[in-house]
């Protein structure tokens, strides 16, 4: 019976500890996005596209659909676990699109709501 309850509480002291990690990984995402990032591989976006995150939570994303003509947007936005939300202003219009994240040190995926990934690497300072 002893050995019953040594089990129970060690199994919800790993288990603790597993979620810890899991929100600690969440948390890190809100600080491993802040910087600039150039596409290497697109499904939505064009070549050349790069997009920066700030500390303060803007976002700017540049493209150049035709050869000498870019075009910047810019925005807000806020990461919630493995999601981020980003609300940009186009034109005078605000869009709002919440892209599931793969992160790492210097690799970026998004995951748009069509499923359409964009895959990023983080740009030389």
Do not use: C
Not at 36 to 55: D, I, N, Q
Not at 59 to 70: A, C, D, F, N, R
């Amino acid at each position: 019976m002893r050995s019953l309850r040594l089990s129970v509480a060690a199994l919800f002291a790993f288990g603790l500890a597993s979620v810890a990690a899991a929100e600690e990984k969440k948390d890190d995402n809100k600080t491993l996005i802040v910087g600039v990032w150039e596409l290497t591989k697109g499904e939505s976006l064009p070549p050349g596209a790069t997009v920066e995150f700030t500390k303060d939570g803007k976002m700017k994303l540049t493209v150049e659909p035709e050869k000498g003509k870019k075009i910047t947007i810019e925005g807000t936005y806020e990461v919630k676990g493995d999601s981020v939300l980003l609300t940009m202003k186009d034109g005078g219009k605000e869009h709002k699109e919440t892209l599931t994240i793969k992160l790492s040190k210097d690799e970026l995926t998004t995951i748009d709501e069509k499923k359409k990934s964009d895959t990023f690497k983080r740009a030389k300072k």
